[in-house]
């Protein structure tokens, strides 16, 4: 057997900023699945990037949401210049300029709205081992 990933959990303080956010940087509206789920790419072509905002849905925070700086969602796009552009009028923080890693992967980084680390990289080029 073999197990493949198909949803990763990424903490948000506001579902809606959160839709709103991945919605312009995504380039799709995603479905909202409860009142502090919003689920992206949920089409069954890949895995699904689930926005949570525990409150919202009724849950307590418990310890928090612990990142480490490293920790980012990987995302592969098509054009990586005009997705740069669309997270910086979207809100994305911290962004980097585009650069070729030694791996191959063309790519740049940013921090969302929630302070997630996030990273964006040229369709064609994606390490994947």
Known sequence: MVA?????I?????IDEATEFYRAVLGE???RVSAGRHYFGADGNGAVLACY??????DGLGDGWHHHASQYVYFAVEDLDKTRK?????GAKKITSV??????ETIFYALDPFDNPISFVQIGTEFTG
């Open 4 to 8: 493949r990933l198909y949803r990763t």
């Open 53 to 58: 905002d525990p409150q919202a849905d009724g």
């Open 29 to 31: 509206p995603g479905q």
């Open 99 to 104: 650069e070729t890693k030694p791996w191959g």
């Open 86 to 90: 669309t997270c910086m009028h979207a």
């Open 10 to 14: 990424l903490p948000v303080t506001n």
